[in-house]
Structure formats: C-alpha cells, structure tokens
C-alpha cells in the first residue's frame, strides 16, 4: 500500500489533505460564482477580488480576536460584543474632540480627533478600557466554567444593550455626533468621512495625496488600477470584455489592494504568532490544552484564560476601529448585536474548532467566508435581476448566510463530545 | 439427597482480555444465608468476577467468558446488570447510586415504582401511570424496618449524613423481593467505626434471613468476625478457599499476597553497597484530599538516594501521597525539603524544589494527547526551568523569550534514541504512541527538569512487558548512576519489592508501616489489611 | 435573620425586578390600573410558552433555547390555516392538529442533536434557533410559492401587474394579518355568527357584550380582562404537568435530570428520556406560539418566533427557577413580574426620556437576567 513517493510530491499531498474538505468546497464555490460572474453578469470582477480583499482586511482583526480563547480552553468568545463596545466608545470620544466645546469641558483638538493621530487616539482611549472589561470578563468566565460560551454570548448581549442605553444620554456636543432631536445621546450611525475614513485602506497613499516621498513610492509598487480612493471601483467598464478581463487594466478594472489594512491584521497575525512561541504564549496553549497537565508544571489557569481573554476583548476593540474605518462608520446601538457569530463561523470555517485554532485558521477563515459573502451577494443579484421573484430571490445570500454560519458552529459544537455524562 | 442447591455457584470461570488471562478456572460457592468474603488484592480478578456475575456489558464486549455461573441450581447467564437484578442480584456499591434530590422512599423505589392503574392511558404502557406514593413509603418504610434503620421515608437524600446512604441503598436492594444473593463491595470504607458496626450487624441480619452475602473488602478483622466462608483470589486464581474457621489473619494475608515465583519479569536488584542516610524530605501529618485516594496524616522520612516504594490497595491513599506533594490537591501538613519547608499546594514550589512528577493518570496530567513528543518533552522545561528558550530569560521579560524548537527537536531526538522510545518522529503526537512509549514520554519530562527527586506513581501500569523492565531499568540507573531519589508508587507489589530499598505499606490514608523488600509476605498482607505487624 | 439573608439571597432576581419595577411606576407616576391591564394581557398570551420550558430542565437539559423551533411550527399551522381560510376556533384547533406532528419531529432531531451535544445543550439550543431560523426563511421565501403549492394571494407575496390584476410571487408575506383567528381563544364567542344559537345562548346567559372575555373593574376602572378560555387553557396545563411529573415517566425525567449516571444505573433510559422531554416541550411551544398569535392578530412571517426563546427564559428566570430547576409557580410569578417590567420600563421611558429608552431598557434587563442567572448557577454549582 505504503508506495514510495518523492517528498515534494507528498507534502503536497499532506497540504491538500491538511487545508481539509470543507476548505476545499468553498474554494471549489468560489471559483464558481467568479466563474458565473464573468461568464453571465456585467460584474467587474477585479473590483469583486479588490472588494474580497477589503473586507478581509476589515473583519481580520477581529476573527483574529477569537484566537487565544480557544487556544487558552476558554472556547469561543461570544462576549466579544464587549470588546467591540469598547472600540465604538475609543472611537466615538475621540471624534467628540472635533467639537468646539468636547463633552462640554475640554478644548477641541482635532490632533485627537482627525487623521492618524485621531485614529490612534481612537486606539488610546479603548484599549485600557476593552483590558478593564476584558478582566472583568475573564473573570466572570473563569467563575463559570463549561458555560463559557453560554455566559459569554448574554454578556455581549447585555453590554450592547447597556451601551444602547448610553449611547442616548451621552452629553455629546459634536454636530456630526449628536442627535439631531433632543440635543444629546449619539446617533445611530456616525459618519467618519473627515476622521479618519478608509485611513488604512487607503495607504500608502499617491504622492498628489500629500503622502510622503516614501509613501508614494509604495503606492506606485501597488497600483493596480483605479487607485483614487473614493472612486474605487467606481469607474464602469466601456465593454463587456474590458469588464471581464480581470488583468490590470489601469482605468477600469477597479482592482484595488487596501495595502494598510492588509498590512495591520497580518502584522498583528505575525505578533500573534509569535506570541505563541513565546513562553508565556505557550503556556497558554498547554493551558487550554491539558489544564491538568498545565497545573502540574506550575502554570497559573485561571491567570491564563483570564490574560486569553483581557487579549481578545482589546483585540475586539482594534477590530472594530479598524471595520469601522473601512466601512466608513461607527454603527452604534444595536448594529453590533450579532457580530460575534460570523467572526466565530469565519474562525471555524477556516479549520478551527472549540479547542484549536491558528493563526492559519484566523487567515483562510476570514479569506473565505469574507471572500464568499462579498461575491455571493451581487452576483446573485445580478442573475436574478430580470426574475419576477427577484425581490425575493435577492435574499438568497443573507439566506445562505445564516444556514452556512450557524450550520458550521452547530457542527463544532456538536463534534467534541461532552464532558460531563 | 434433598439438600437444596446453594444460592449461586461460579464453575470454573475464565476470562481473557485480549489475551491476558485474568480468571484461570475460578469456583465458589455461595450457600443461602452465608456470608462469604472474597478477597484478593488490586487486580486479582475481583472486579471482573463481579462484571461476569453482574452481566456487564464490557464482559460480552470483549469475547464473554467460559464456565457456569448457577443461581439456586439453574444455569443463568445475564446478558446485563437490569437481568441480573431481575434475577434476585443486588449489589451495595462504594459509590452511592443515589439521587440527592431525591426522598429515601424515591431512592429506594428508583425505576421500580408502583404504580396506579389507569384506563385512560392504557395505550402509553406504564410511563402515564401515576406513582402510587402510599405503597411506595410503606414498602420503603418496610424496607428500612427490616435492617432497623430508623428514618422517615419522607426525607431527602441530601440532607443524610454521608455514613447513612450506604444504609439507603442496601435498603433498596433488600426491598427487591426476589433478592437471593447481595454483594457488598468495600461497604465499609466510608463508615465510622460506629457505622461500620451497625452495617456488620445488619449483615448478619440479612443472612440469617436466609440471603447470601458476598462480601469483598480488604479489612481483615471484619472478615473474621462477619465471614462463615472466606475464598482468596491471586492473580485470578483461586488460591485458597474454606470455612473461616480454618484460616486465620496471617493465614489470609500470607495468601494474598504470596510471591509468585513463576513471574520474574522485572530485575531483582543486587544490595548496594552504603545505605543512604540523610534525609531529603520529611513528611509531617500529610493530608491530601485526593477523592478516593485521600491521604490522612501521614508521616515519612525518605533518605537521599534511595528508591523508596509506596505501596498498598486502591483506595487507600498511596496515590493521594504524590500528588498531594506536587500540589496537584487540596493538601495540608508540614512538608520539608532538604530542611526547607515546602509551601503546599503551590506546584511551581514543589518543582522548583527539586521534585519531579510522572502521574499515575498518563493521559490525563501527564501528557497533552495531541501535541508532539517533543512539545510535551519541552513545555515543562520551558516553564519551569526556562530550557529552550532564545531570548530574555530573566527580568519583566522573561515571559517573552521565545521557544526554541531546533534545540528542544534536539533533545527530544536524543530522549528517543536513550529511552527506545518507538516513534515516527519528534513531531509525532503522543496520543497516537503506544502505553509503553508513552510512559517513556513521561519519564522524559520529568527528567528533563533536572530532578532531586522523581516521584513515579504507576510506572509500568497497563504496557507490556518489554517496556515495563525497560521503564524500571532506567528507574534504577537514574537512582545509581545519577544520585537520583525516587518515590515509586505501586500497585504491584512485586515491582516495588524488585527495586526499592525501602517500601511503605499505605492503608487507610496513613503508612501502616515501613518494610524491607525482603520481608516476608505475610507481614506485607498484614499491613495491607490495616493490621498491625 | 440569617433565614432572612438566605431567603434574600435565593431571591435576589425576583426581587430586584420587584424594586425596578415599583421605582419605575413611582417615578413615572404610572397609573396602576393601566399597568395592571397591560401586564395581565401579556401574562395570558405568554405564559403557555413560559410553562412550556419546565419539563427539559426538569429533565436536566437546562434551558430550552430550541423551543424557537418549537414556535415555528406552531407558525407553519398558522400559516396552513391562513391558506386552507379555516377561521374561528375550528382553525385554532385545525392549525394546533398541523403544528403538534411537525413539533414532535422537530423535537426529535433536537434532541438527539442535545444527546450529542451533552452538557452543551443551552449554547446548542441558541445556534440551533439561529439555524433553524436560516432553513425556516429558505423554505417559506423561496420554496414557498414555486416548490410548495401555497396559493392564497393574502399568504404570498403579491406583485400588482400593469393591467391593475394581482398575480401571488415566490415567498410568504412578511406580515399576515390573522384576522380569521384573531383573539379566537380570548373572544371565542366573536368569532360565531351572531345570529347562531351559541351567541344566543350566551347573550342569555351573560348578556349581550360577553364575548368570552371577563373585565375585572375595581373603583370604576378596568384592571384586568380575564380571557375564560385562555386561562382555562393555561390551568389545564398547569395541572396537566404536575400531574405528569408524578406519573412513572415523569419521575423518570425528574431522575435523569437529577443524575443522569445514577438513572443509567438504575435502569432508565437516559437518552429517550431527554429527548422525550424536548419532544414535549416543542409541542407545548407550538400550542403557546398559537395561543400568542392569536391575542396579537398579526404574525411577522420570519420574525414572531426569533425571540420566543428568549423572551420566555427571560421570564421563567425572573420567576426564580434556575438552570436546573424550576416550578409551574416559577413560571407565573416570573411571567407576571417580567411583563410588569418589561410594561413599566416602557411606559416610564418613553415618559421620562424617549420612546426607545425604555425599548433598549427592556433589553437589557432581559440580557442581564438571563446573564446573570446563568452566571449565578453556573458559579453555585462550581462551588458544590
């Protein structure tokens, strides 16, 4: 049986069976909607892959918040609504420092509040939060062992609609923040256009930009196509052909790599990965692992799981920062509700489980579920233009959405059997 | 002959595991209203006589088993314990099967409640029928009558003393009618001496109302004073079986412990040269509360240098004395190495102390299943003595020095090649490994700290046997070649009595006493007994 | 004065609700016969369900996040009924008979999901009603129409054509007024011809404005409506699960919720009891959606049973039941006091600040409940 094969020719072998069927099923898929898009639509398909990327970038970082959780045994966090609060709170109080008279007692500063200092204050200003509510809820999971998840997702409920609560009564003065009736409490959704919009998308930005001498340089290395930020994508194809071909064309193909974003989630994955290897990084691992094995060398649990945690929720807070700059708003109340359980099927669809994950997971997870969600959507709309059950068949992806979502965590939840019989 | 049949007779049975013989021909006879110890030390087949007896379904699992068993002169052969309980056999477990939430009357009625006729819900069977709560505690008050305990039927098991519940659930097997034979397992263990006198009356009770009792414990003294009959296994044997006239607690200890001189797998060891001497760790009024292996006041000097083996039945706390030492459990009492007292339950103390661990519960504590042979070899050193590490290792710092995987894949390959451990590789997972290099494995990560001391619990439990001279072996050179002390702990007293210098007997939570391994047999099965020698 | 702690500290949550609500009334200067009408109406139309969770954690499955399954198929009854026109009672009852097979299959593979998924069964539940809810909207905005031969236009979707027909499209609607059973269980008599012998016999009886509805008035104002055959419905159940948890099968469930090994020991077969106990909670769910839908009249074809779950934990929490316990007086002290709640942070809100102040605190309050006695429990059980 065992016949001898070159050693290139079986750790190909091994890749392909490593990267798993499920992987492989939705990379067979997406080659299929790519294929229909540039065969039966008007699509442009380098605008869809340049789209792909952005919103890969966009939700990274906060699938990469999942990590040390599972990798600490804490499971998956659901609490990190909490994080993602916090991040809103960063972001909001900084943009508030573009009023004349902030919260009615400070200076302006639109250091603070715009650009990249304001994006960093932004940062300043959530992240001892998210490590203060981090510890209080690590502390709280750490009490409530095996109903983790459970706790966790009623904690992200709760802090969103405690937040919710607050978002009204925030004695905010901005004109761009407050609501318009009543003269306080903080509309439902904030635009971000002269922050800090698309900050990390969008750089390395062209030297006509105002970017530096360096800076510009990068930009010309990834100018793919239509690089004016806003326009992005917008410019139509003259032709079907011109459309179609997905091979940089400089005007049309609406192809766009946001370098920054890229550059800050995969920088962060390589930390994290590093992180792993450090000794304090594995003694987590062997933490979530083997607790029992972990208490026997004289590795503090619970300081573990909790640390995992302070981690994930500061993570949550830096990936909204960063989703909200390249969606080009704060969503307040309750837009955030339900983020936890796709960043969580992203996780899992990219090969991880209740009690492993990678930092690979975190990358392929994000790249194909984002992936198939951004060229899922208007493709099918598209094809079913012209059908008289469009307005209904329309919904076929948010469908699939949720079938192929919390499909995925039921599996990964039902595959690990339980502990107590 | 118009004598009637004895309540149940075992003929000749035999049991393999996958090829290991742990019952070679077994007989005993149980006569109605008799009681009979079975005795036998850990794994003398004990337990699988009573799966055999009780149906279990892991018998049939694994190729059933050859001989007769009889009840009351008919053949049976119960295909599951609900068979056998139909069939008039009750067992008193160690561990309650009670539910807490639950009435005495509820306990004693679980699943075979009586219950009201109905007419409406015919159709559904019995799982409509209402419970018929008079029957139910006059049948339980009935029952808890016959073994005089004096306690409303009313009231919760929750709210019972620990001592009590032994008493509820013989009361439900009493109050099975068809009940013929009744065995009690170590009844005793978790009971007062005030208890256990009640439990021994009732016992005779029970069996001069004509119920056989098979009664298997470990302490001697009540065997003498309960017993009518008393049959000793070895090594799944039946070595000796008689009235109880005929034997006495030396006769019996003797028995079960007797050396088998056909079974020379490991090295018997020459004498060494000097005695160790100085002691290396005190031991002062140990308790640990390991559940079912806790260790209650225990006292111990172990000299520098020497093997010293702990031994004893399950259960008695032999187990409990490591892991109470590594921190692993709740531990209380005075603990000093070298002279310097130990902070107790703090593991890192105990490791930074010089103590290293090998479990007894390999796959459990000792290793991660899927992680690698070398990650488990090196987390530990990582951890605890900053080893492979690149980077800073002292300071704030210190918890960023990152993991070094080329030197820790280096002395993973060389702990390989040293223990024989069979493997594709470093990189292999050690949940695929078998038990024996698994171990190995084990032994590789406690010697990677750098021990004073290593404390083995179980070394050679469940490998085969090559692994096992192999694993003592090197239990041996690391002792004389290294200066290495060594705490084994040991169910098998051969092995202990085969490498160690010095062995101490644990029975109930305490060490009944310290031997030479070349003590005779007798006072081993003594101590093992809880008597004095 | 220790008794008083222990009964304090066993009753924090009701308690609390019991002190948010008075603040509430007290400084909104809520008029309380107003309060008393509104909670009662919600407490009839949603304590079937609330009673519906008590038999799984009876069983020891915690709670029932799945009843949302529950609840959509006591919606696919509805919808039945709304395309078969089948008013009155006779519908209530005809969509009850469609609901109960379609509520015992999905209890079913529930179940043997949770037998899978043991000690997990509650974060199951959640996912399970969120996947469920994804199946649920394929099959009734795409299949529906096309595939599964529904055919009344006020079912469908509707397109109006240029030539001023209307021709029915793919998917249910996303509202439906369920006119032809509306209030059927509270206003029975209503829903007869008014010139039938029944509504004569009745207006003989108990004059002519009795429609099967008791107003409770007190001091000149209404402060409750007593809907006989609701409440009746709902005692019946009441006394039909205490009758049920002392029959043979019931103890069965109350063992293996107690100590599942212990049950296995004795005999019981654990795993068909639980998934029986999801079985029957399902079914209960899919006669408590009904009972809901028809007091509201109006079915959100793809929304009314997304926080059935939720709603209802949240209620049976606030009783004072527990993750591994609870009682049918659980169930309607916690219905009453989380309706009062959910009526006074409301009402006081939108009074005192704005309408969605007291939406978002509704929320909240029910996250933090459930939050906080899940913590609570898992935390007590931690610690033995």
Redesign the interface.
Known sequence: MSESKSPIVEKIREGVIGFGMARWIIVAFLFIIWIVAALWTDENLGKMFGDCLVRTGMNGVLVLALLLPVRAGNGLNFGLPLGIVCGLIGGIIGMEFAAEEPFGIFATSEFLSRGWSGFIFAHVVALPLAALCGLALGW?VE?????E???G???G??AI??M??IW??IPVKSQELVLPI?GHGVRQTVLIDDYYTRILDHWPRSAEEGASAPEALLHRVFDFGTMEPVEAGNAKPRTRAEARSWVPHRKYTGFFVPVGVLLYWLGMCGLLA??L???????MT?AG??P??A?????HVPRMRIASMVASTMLGAVGILVYSQSYGFYQL?KAPLWMA?PTVAALLLGGASLK?ASVFHVIIGTLLFQSLLTTSLPVVNTLVKDS??A???S??PE??R??I???V??YA??RV????? | MTSPPPALELDGIRKEYYGNVVLQGVDLTLAKGEIHALLGENGAGKSTLMNILFGMPVIAETGGFDGEVRLAGAPVAFGSPEEAMAGGIGMVHQEFMLIPGFTVAENIKLNREPLRPTKVFKPFGNALRRLDEGVMHADARASLDRIHLDLSSHVLISALPVGHMQFIEIAREVDKSAIKVLVFDEPTAVLTEGEAETLLGIMRELAEQGIAILFITHRLEEVMRVADSVTILRDGQRVWSGPKQETSVEHIAETMVGRDLESDEVPVLAARDEKPQTTILEVRDLAVAMPGESVRGLDLDIRRGEIFGLGGLAGQGKIGVANGLMGLYPTTGSVKVNGAELRLNQPRESLNAGMSFVSEDRRGVGLILDESIEMNIAIPAVEVKSKFLRGPRSGWLKSFGWFDGTAARRHAESMIERLDIRTMGPSQAVGRLSGGNQQKVCLARAMVLDPDILLVSEPTRGIDVGAKKLVLDLLVELNREHGLTVIMTSSELMELRSVCDRIAIVTEGKVAGILPPDAPDVKFGLLMSGEAV | MNRLVAFLAANVVPIMFLGISAAGIIMADLTLSSVSSDVSERVFRNLFLVLSLIIPIVAGLGLNFGIVLGAMAGQIGLILIQNGKIGGLEGLFVATAGSIPLAILFGYLTGLLFNRTRGREMITGIILGFFANGIYQFVFLILAGPVIPLHAEDVLLTKRNLDGTVSPLMGLRVTMNLTMIEAALDYPLEHFAPDGWIRKMSASMFGDRFAGSIPIRFGGVKWATIPILTLLTNVALCFGLTWFLRTKLGQDLRAVGQDSHVAEVSGIRVDRCRIIAIIMSMVLAAMGQIIFLQNMAVMNTYQSHEQVGFYAIAALLVGGATVSRASIWNAIFGTILFHLLIVVVSTAGSRLESPQIGEYLREFFAYAVIGVTLALHAWRSKRG
């Not at chain 1, 009490?143 to 109903?147: L, T």
């Not at chain 1, 290897?277 to 003694?283: E, F, H, K, N, Q």
Request: proline share 0%; with cysteine.
């Open positions: 709280l009490r409530v062992r095996g109903q998840m459970m706790v997702i009623y904690v409920f709760g609609a405690g919710c609560v009204l009564v009543g590093l992180f290897r450090t000794r304090i990084g594995v003694a062997a692992s083997n029992d094995f208490r026997s060398i004289g590795i109340y359980f492993k008289a059950y307005s209904s068949l919904n076929l469908i699939a949720l079938i979502q919390n499909g965590i039921l939840l039902s059997t339980g502990g107590r019989k």
